[in-house]
Nanobody, 116 residues
């Protein structure tokens, strides 16, 4: 079955940058949509960014527009999230989410901590 593995999280100072990676394996057919979500302590999971395979459509959550960029490398079955000008409010566990044949899959998450 499809497995998603995130990496690239860590501790960074406010204003710093991180690049998250999501690598998929066990794919039977093309993943239609890949998303990045995040969940901070005591808060619900929110959509950070999403990208479609067929049309290349990209969406961002309002709080990250202008700072984060999502991209895809199809030959590597990978999706990336470049995060710039990070703020303490960006601290959360970031999850990769992808859909194949109307079934959703989730990675284990990677911790991003923004602190001075």
């Amino acid at each position: 079955q499809v497995q998603l593995v995130e990496s690239g999280g860590g501790l960074v100072q406010p204003g710093g940058s991180l690049r998250l990676s999501c690598v998929a394996s066990g794919i039977i057919s093309e993943l239609a949509v890949t998303n990045w979500y995040r969940q901070a302590p005591g808060k619900q999971r929110e959509l950070v960014a999403g990208i479609t395979t067929s049309a290349g459509r990209i969406n961002y959550g309002d709080s990250v527009k202008g700072r984060f960029t999502i991209s895809r490398d199809k030959p590597k079955n990978a999706v990336y999230l470049q995060m710039n000008n990070l703020k303490p409010e960006d601290t959360a566990v970031y999850y990769c989410n992808a859909w194949q044949r109307n079934v959703g899959y989730w990675g284990q998450g990677t911790q991003v901590t923004v602190s001075s």
